[in-house]
């Protein structure tokens, strides 16, 4: 593993960086497929598997130097985890979901 004293260090991480950038889309694509199965009147399973695709990206994307497309994925997720607890209603939260994939297929490395 590549360590800061390597030469090649910054080099790998752009690589794991490019590698992430190239993952965006099917990223974008598991949260799209989760918000579609969520349907009208999600059930727990629905919004669990809507959550798990939007905290993988909130998790990572900052890593990589997409900071907005992590921001706007944790802030999404704490809407959800508060409609799962019955304090956002499902129809609000859906619309910002469908705003963030259309911003996240233009530019992710653009603020949102």
């Not at 956002?88 to 490395?109: G, M, N, S």
């Amino acid at each position: 593993m590549a360590t800061p004293a390597d030469p090649g260090y910054r080099q790998h991480l752009q690589v794991l960086a490019d590698k992430y950038r190239a993952s965006v889309p099917q990223r974008m694509a598991a949260i799209e497929a989760a918000l579609l199965a969520a349907g009208d009147t999600p059930g727990p399973g629905a919004l669990e598997a809507l959550h798990e695709s939007l905290h993988a990206v909130a998790g990572s994307a900052g890593s990589f130097g997409l900071r907005a497309l992590g921001d706007e994925a944790r802030r999404l997720e704490g809407l959800l985890r508060e409609a799962m607890a019955g304090a956002w209603e499902w129809t609000a939260i859906v619309p910002q979901v469908r705003r963030y994939l259309a911003w996240a297929q233009q530019d992710p490395a653009e603020p949102f």
